[in-house]
């Protein structure tokens, strides 16, 4: 089964994460790639606890962790927290942003900044397919289960959810794309239309989207400038003042530009191992 990068962006102060736990990422069962960006299978084993900081996003992910959390967790605002105690393992699907609505039966937006039971969305076939991956011998094992559960339950991924797919697509590939209206003309849509497809499929706004795209971004100049220029950062990811930027990029990811490129800095010879 191909094997992804074992630690990807968005979490934060990767330098500390890599002590604390092993993170690989996996590719799904071809039929759910339409649907699925990748699987993340996570262990730990600690004497004490870590509290782990992981940028928002906007896509669902539904986790099986044991001990730990079993739920399906919606596109967030705000930093995510999650505290690592003991000896856990489990395993975490990141859905395409538009792409889960299929399997939820519901808008998105029911899922925003929330969080609902596995059982909810899967009933006892999602309990089940907990039970698989608690039992699993290896990586491999909890992902046939996890793959086993979401093609029974997944159904036609409608043309809606694919064009607003393809937008976030744009977002992510084209970093000149920073207003709501240039993502607009590139989709071929109305602005209000995109607005009804996101709140649908995606779970926000395009423009919380784009702004999220654009911080991780910023996360990444950050990360790899040797001496970063925040005003003209700021101003490539369409901010019209850097203290604007600033403002939005302390309230996604908890520190202010500086201070993030600093412990950044602090990880460059972990994120070199990952190459």
């Known amino acids: 089964?191909?094997?992804?990068?074992?630690?990807?962006?968005?979490?934060?102060?990767?330098?500390?994460?890599?002590?604390?736990?092993t993170l690989a990422r996996y590719a799904p069962a071809p039929a759910l790639t339409e649907f699925v960006d990748y699987h993340w299978v996570l262990h730990w084993d600690l004497d004490g606890?870590?509290?782990?900081?992981?940028?928002?996003?906007?896509?669902?992910?539904?986790?099986?962790?044991?001990?730990?959390?079993?739920?399906?967790?919606?596109?967030?605002?705000?930093?995510?927290?999650?505290?690592?105690?003991?000896?856990?393992?489990?395993?975490?699907?990141?859905?395409?942003?538009?792409?889960?609505?299929?399997?939820?039966?519901?808008?998105?937006?029911?899922?925003?900044?929330?969080?609902?039971?596995?059982?909810?969305?899967?009933?006892?076939?999602?309990?089940?397919?907990?039970?698989?991956?608690?039992?699993?011998?290896?990586?491999?094992?909890?992902?046939?289960?996890?793959?086993?559960?979401?093609?029974?339950k997944h159904s036609a991924l409608p043309p809606a959810a694919r064009t607003v797919a393809a937008a976030v697509e744009t977002i992510a590939g084209d970093p000149e794309i920073t207003r709501v209206d240039q993502l607009a003309t590139s989709a071929g849509l109305?602005?209000?239309?995109?607005?009804?497809?996101f709140a649908e499929h995606v779970g926000c706004t395009p423009k919380w989207a784009i702004r999220i795209y654009r911080l991780n971004d910023a996360a990444r100049n950050l990360a790899d400038a040797g001496s970063p220029d925040f005003a003209d950062l700021a101003a490539r990811l369409g901010y019209s003042d850097q203290s604007h930027f600033t403002r939005d990029f302390r309230a996604v990811t908890g520190s202010s530009p500086g201070e993030f490129a600093r412990s950044a800095r602090r990880a460059v010879p972990a994120q070199h191992e990952r190459s």
């Open 1 to 21: 089964m191909k094997r992804i990068r074992s630690i990807p962006r968005g979490i934060v102060d990767e330098h500390v994460a890599r002590k604390k736990f």
């Open 49 to 152: 606890f870590h509290d782990q900081h992981v940028l928002p996003n906007i896509a669902v992910h539904v986790t099986f962790f044991f001990p730990g959390a079993c739920g399906v967790y919606g596109p967030g605002h705000t930093l995510f927290t999650h505290r690592l105690e003991g000896r856990a393992h489990g395993l975490g699907v990141r859905f395409r942003p538009g792409c889960f609505r299929p399997f939820l039966g519901a808008p998105v937006r029911t899922l925003a900044d929330r969080s609902v039971a596995l059982e909810a969305v899967f009933g006892r076939e999602g309990t089940a397919a907990a039970e698989s991956v608690r039992n699993a011998s290896g990586d491999q094992e909890m992902i046939a289960a996890v793959d086993n559960l979401l093609i029974a």
């Open 190 to 197: 109305s602005a209000r239309a995109l607005q009804r497809l």
